[in-house]
T-cell receptor, first 112, second 115 residues
Framework: GQNIDQPTEMTATEGAIVQINCTYQ??????LFWYQQHAGEAPTFLSY????GLEEKGRFSSFLSRSKGYSYLLLKELQMKDSASYLC?????????????FGRGTSLIVHP | SQTIHQWPATLVQPVGSPLSLECTVE??????LYWYRQAAGRGLQLLFY??????ISSEVPQNLSASRPQDRQFILSSKKLLLSDSGFYLC??????????????FGPGTRLTVT
């Protein structure tokens, strides 16, 4: 079966840096997605990592280690609007296509 | 640019009534399409996905069904709703942007309450 783990909740201070970890145990792994979801809204695509290493997009960076089954999302210079749920999803090969399978998400609370 | 539409935005239905949720995508051809459900306080559960017209794969056996009558149209249906069908239903599409690299985008969602 597939197993994707993330912390349920994290808190951080405005202006700080926070790292949200995701570990997975899956078969047919192709890559890993990160999404941001504000309360009551649909998820928003942040990143997709296929290769090992760090990919940076502005204040957000995502890291992947395929051999360790591990990824993290790094958020710098935190702002109040970054308070949201962050979803990790692994892309799994299935019948010639790739299917995202989600973890339960990490609720990030940014306080002043 | 690509956009994805879902309707209705909210829906309140009695137990035992039928359901039809529609999703359409603009600005792309032959997308992979997905239906997810997110129950309160829980993660996203993949219900169905489709790689082409008339091609539907079911991930979770239940009283829901999906159809793809046109390339950019994906419909989620039920003949008789259960209380446990309440949740936030999200349609999504994915696109390959490089070798084995994908992006996935979600529609605005439909919040369904079964009473």
């Amino acid at each position: 079966g597939q197993n994707i783990d993330q912390p349920t909740e994290m808190t951080a201070t405005e202006g700080a840096i926070v790292q949200i970890n995701c570990t997975y145990q899956t078969s047919g792994f192709n890559g890993l997605f990160w999404y941001q979801q504000h309360a009551g809204e649909a998820p928003t695509f942040l990143s997709y990592n296929v290769l090992d290493g760090l990919e940076e997009k502005g204040r957000f960076s995502s890291f992947l280690s395929r051999s360790k089954g591990y990824s993290y999302l790094l958020l710098k210079e935190l702002q109040m609007k970054d308070s949201a749920s962050y979803l990790c999803a692994v892309s799994l090969a299935s019948g010639g296509s790739y299917i995202p399978t989600f973890g339960r998400g990490t609720s990030l609370i940014v306080h002043p | 640019s690509q956009t994805i539409h879902q309707w209705p935005a909210t829906l309140v239905q009695p137990v035992g009534s039928p359901l039809s949720l529609e999703c359409t995508v603009e600005g792309t051809s032959n997308p992979n399409l997905y239906w997810y459900r997110q129950a309160a306080g829980r993660g996203l559960q993949l219900l169905f996905y489709s790689v082409g017209i008339g091609q539907i794969s079911s991930e979770v056996p239940q009283n829901l069904s999906a159809s793809r009558p046109q390339d950019r149209q994906f419909i989620l249906s039920s003949k008789k709703l259960l209380l446990s069908d309440s949740g936030f239903y999200l349609c999504a599409w994915s696109v390959r942007v490089g070798t084995d690299t994908y992006e996935q985008y979600f529609g605005p969602g439909t919040r369904l309450t079964v009473t």
